[in-house]
């Protein structure tokens, strides 16, 4: 099968190269997909850089362990284990796994989900990764409730634009942060408001919210506070840049320390891979509530060029590899 491969850590166009390698074998547990598409985001990046170099105690000393990118896919079921019950051959479904572009994957069963029937395969590919962390965010971290004020940076990014819907969804006043190309966008997902960062700086505004979804990491946590109100919460969300060992984990470790202090600040939190919560975000795209928003679609043999966007920071909605020709 032909699949995206890397063997060393550094930038995406000198470290990744199409190849053709031998189909995955599944497990008893395990789903064996056909990848229709991909979908990349700021934690593929991370990892194929090996940045911050303390990740690479986790994920490869000298080489990455995981050698194909991605983990956002949508696909048709080929084959399943003798212990899987939730699908069956030729299901559509979205979901994750540990390198999806390529051709074939192998995936535990849990971490995949019907597709929903309102979507295409496309549009379903970028729904887990980022649409779990938005639900997890608004959900559980934040806990919106109806009438609340809140603010959203990075509101036009994978993880934004649904976090957006989901706050409407939650009955919030929101409030998207982008740059100027990106306002309309923002505001057609809902935003009631937008704030165009390079116009305005809401930490320095008078305005206070209720909740603070930090998607960005571009203010220090403490201007991040600023805008929250007496009563309300920042809810940090990582980020891509900070210092040369640490990267964006030495912000979320001073995060996780100062939420045990300031009121104002809660820790940063895990999305993880919970089938409960692609059920639940299946639910509300099936009653219109939310869209799933594409960016850019790269063919597979054009990768490296989704992962620069990606790197770039200024990813609109999805950014999406097409794996198979329709
Ligand atoms: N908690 C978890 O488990 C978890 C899981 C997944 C991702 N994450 C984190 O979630 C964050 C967002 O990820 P993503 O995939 O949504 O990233 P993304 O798709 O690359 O989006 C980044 C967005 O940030 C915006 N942006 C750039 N500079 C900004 C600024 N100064 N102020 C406000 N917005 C700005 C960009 O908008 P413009 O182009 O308009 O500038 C872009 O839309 C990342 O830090 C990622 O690491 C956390």
Redo the contacts with the bound molecule.
Sequence with gaps: MKAIVQDKYGPPHDVLSLREIDKPVIKDNEVLVRVHTAAV???DWLLMGGQPPILRLMFGLRKPRKKIPGFDLSGYVEAVGPKVTEFQVGDDVFGTCKGSCAEYVATSAKRLAPKPDNLTLEQAAGIA??GI?ALRGMRNAAKVQPGQKVLI??A?????TFAVQIAKSLGAEVTG???T??VELVRSVGADHVID?TREDFTEGEERYDIVLD????HSLKEMRRAVAPTGRLIP????TGGKVFG?IGRMLRASMSAMFVSKQGA????GERREDMLALKELIEAGTITPVIGETYPLSDTAAAMAL?AS????GKTLVAVARD
Aim: hydrophobic share 25%; charged share 5%.
């Design positions: 985001h700021a934690g990764v980022s962390t940076t990075g036009s990014g994978g993880v934004g942060v982008c740059s190309s990106n960062y998607n960005a990491g571009k969300n990582s980020g891509t964006p940063p939190f895990v999305a990606v920071g200024h990813a609109r």
